[in-house]
């Protein structure tokens, strides 16, 4: 069982930045790849960021690339989101989750969800 909890997320203006963290305890954190993904009103969940177990791989959904970081700390259990350039269309709930397989972009194959973060950004 691991247990993730998300903080960072806030109310910024458009262009501006955040960083999200998420922490994780529990079972070894460093055997799992983690990704955030995120939930916009009325809309579906969408992938974000993932990042493999040993940090060297990563990879981004097109909407975020050049804008947002992953990067993970595995001594201190924790995934970070940094988020740049902010848009109003970034405005969601961000979640971060554990996948014990590979790196990956399908919600569907994360095992462990943190409750999510709101990040709201205004134009």
């Known amino acids: 069982q691991v247990q993730l909890v998300e903080s960072g997320g806030g109310l910024v203006q458009a262009g501006g930045s955040l960083r999200l963290s998420c922490a994780a305890s529990?079972?070894?954190?460093?055997?799992?790849?983690m990704g955030w993904f995120r939930r916009a009103p009325e809309k579906d969940r969408e992938f974000v960021a993932a990042?493999?177990?040993?940090?060297?791989?990563?990879y981004y959904a097109d909407s975020v690339k050049g804008r947002f970081t992953i990067s993970r700390d595995n001594a201190k259990n924790t995934v970070y989101l940094q988020m740049h350039s902010l848009k109003p269309e970034d405005t969601a709930v961000y979640y971060c989750?554990?996948?014990?397989?590979?790196?990956?972009?399908?919600?569907?194959?994360?095992?462990?969800w943190g409750q999510g973060t709101q990040v709201t950004v205004s134009s």
């Open positions: 529990g079972r070894t954190f460093s055997g799992y790849s």
């Open positions: 989750a554990a996948s014990p397989d590979l790196i990956t972009n399908t919600g569907d194959e994360y095992t462990y």
């Open positions: 990042m493999s177990w040993s940090g060297g791989r990563t």
